[in-house]
T-cell receptor, first 114, second 111 residues
Framework: EPEVTQTPSHQVTQMGQEVILRCVPI?????FYWYRQILGQKVEFLVS????????KSEIFDDQFSVERPDGSNFTLKIRSTKLEDSAMYFC????????????FGPGTRLLVL | ELKVEQNPLFLSMQEGKNYTIYCNYS?????LYWYRQDPGKSLESLFV?????AVKQEGRLMASLDTKARLSTLHITAAVHDLSATYFC???????????FGTGTRLTIIP
């Protein structure tokens, strides 16, 4: 069964460093998302991406964040200068073209900023 | 702003018992989802509910939607240990792609 994959599974970084989280969505999906979940809290929307551009972003997704689809398979989230409060699990999700499609989530990248 | 609330937040129940998790949302929504999350793992899609009165069942789980009351329920029948997990409801509002998640219900099934 097709699935969303994410790398790395864990990332430890120093405050102020740049990180890139990578996702490979399900191959025929057209809509892509990033969410994050701070430990013990609910899942929060960051950004949605369609047709090579951001379709919606949350207040969390400030100038330090960017997304890119550099080729036909990868979808990346970059945090330019990490802060302690960026420590969280980051989930990538994708869905197909139909209006009734479910978003399928990847396994997540656990980011720890020291 | 769309708000989604679940209760209870924590639920311990014995094997074999029935229970219901509630999900309330604040504004009209076009789709409601239920996801399961095991500790340290990703979110697994369980159900998507589209219309008033929709009911879906998979094994010991049954989800329903009342759009007039802005309420969805996830009913667990004759609970077994394997159902221990955190359950999230999430909604999308019309013309809006993002999922807004509830607070989650951590379910523990005790033998």
């Amino acid at each position: 069964e097709p699935e969303v994959t994410q790398t790395p599974s864990h990332q430890v970084t120093q405050m102020g460093q740049e990180v890139i989280l990578r996702c490979v969505p399900i191959s025929n999906h057209l809509y892509f998302y990033w969410y994050r979940q701070i430990l013990g809290q609910k899942v929060e929307f960051l950004v949605s991406f369609y047709n090579n551009e951001i379709s919606e972003k949350s207040e969390i997704f400030d100038d330090q964040f960017s997304v890119e689809r550099p080729d036909g398979s990868n979808f990346t989230l970059k945090i330019r200068s990490t802060k302690l409060e960026d420590s969280a699990m980051y989930f990538c999700a994708s869905r197909g073209a139909g209006g009734l499609e479910t978003q399928y989530f990847g396994p997540g990248t656990r980011l720890l900023v020291l | 702003e769309l708000k989604v609330e679940q209760n209870p937040l924590f639920l311990s129940m014995q094997e074999g018992k029935n229970y219901t998790i509630y999900c309330n949302y604040s504004t009209t929504s076009d789709r409601l989802y239920w996801y399961r999350q095991d500790p340290g793992k990703s979110l697994e899609s369980l159900f998507v509910l589209l219309s008033n009165g929709a009911v879906k069942q998979e094994g010991r789980l049954m989800a329903s939607l009342d759009t007039k009351a802005r309420l969805s329920t996830l009913h667990i029948t004759a609970a077994v240990h394997d159902l221990s997990a955190t359950y999230f409801c999430a909604v999308t509002s019309f013309g809006n792609e993002k999922l807004t998640f509830g607070t989650g219900t951590r379910l523990t099934i005790i033998p």
